[in-house]
């Protein structure tokens, strides 16, 4: 029988995770173990600085007290064991996108990574919007996602994030990593002892919609269906920046001749 895990970044009561839950229950025995508290925005950290606490719900739930890899590494280490490992790793169903350069902070998208990264097929789910939540569709794609990656695999290190836009969809589309247009907005207030406390949000004036990318396959109402990899490595670039290679054998060349001789 085929085994799914489940992690988000909304925490272990968000609907999202409840819907998707739902949804693949018809592709396979499905496993949820998700933040114990709202984690969005935790990217792909770990949490090194204290220990973790995991509270088994139930057979097929179970909350931990950190991030969503903390989540999906102590599901795939410590509560669910070689003996049923999962076969697909889902995270999601996020309140919100994860499009563009927003993919680098979403602990949506980090549950996924990790899961990859430990030879798990990962693959995250958003649904793009910012209030009246309906997951009907984003669930829905999510099973058809989840047995095609079970059926055709995914390129080796290979995860999936996927955005789902609101309302009827139109069909879905490969896309790369759009270009977020915004910049931080920092409000300052006082707290009832006098001190000062901040909070941090975002002032968004457009986004990237070149073809093919995923702002502009949602905007056009399609699902987003973007490769992601850990390497993030400039394949690019490594030309362009040979030259540094040869810096590099000129100092270390200059620092021999630097060398005092040796006595004799």
């Known amino acids: 029988m085929v085994r799914i895990l489940l992690t988000n970044d909304d925490g272990i009561h968000s609907d999202g995770l409840t819907k998707l839950e739902e949804a693949l229950r018809e592709v396979g025995d499905v496993y ?11 990217s792909h950290s770990l949490t090194l600085s204290r220990p973790l606490r995991i509270r088994k719900i139930d057979e097929r739930h179970w909350t931990v007290d950190g991030t969503p890899t903390d989540c ?4 795939l280490n410590q509560i669910l064991g070689p003996e049923e ?13 994860n499009l563009g350069d927003d993919a680098t902070y979403s602990g949506t998208v980090a549950g996924a990574l990790e899961a990859t990264i430990l030879g798990v097929p990962g693959l995250a789910f958003s649904l793009v ?9 984003a669930a829905r794609f999510a099973v058809t996602a989840a047995r095609k990656v079970l059926e055709e695999g995914l390129p080796e290190g290979t ?6 836009p609101p309302g009827e969809v139109a069909g879905a589309r490969v896309t790369r990593q759009g270009i977020k247009k915004a910049r931080p907005i920092i409000t300052e207030h006082i707290d009832p002892r006098g001190k000062a406390y901040y909070w941090i949000g975002e002032e968004y004036y457009g986004t990237s919609t070149e073809d093919g990318t995923d702002y502009a396959a949602v905007e056009a109402g399609f699902v987003s269906v973007t490769p992601l990899r850990s390497d993030m490595t400039n394949h690019g670039a490594l030309d362009a920046l040979d030259l ?7 100092a270390a060349a200059g620092q021999e001749e630097d060398q005092p001789a040796g006595l004799g």
């Open 159 to 164: 995860l999936l994030n996927i955005n789902v």
């Open 32 to 42: 949820v173990v998700a933040p114990a508290s709202e984690m969005s925005g935790a």
């Open 129 to 137: 919007a910012r209030e009246n939540f309906d997951f009907t569709e």
């Open 244 to 250: 540094w290679n040869r810096l590099g054998a000129e």
């Open 85 to 97: 490992m999962p076969d697909l790793c889902c995270s999601g169903i996020n309140h919100g996108g």
């Open 72 to 75: 999906v590494t102590l599901a």
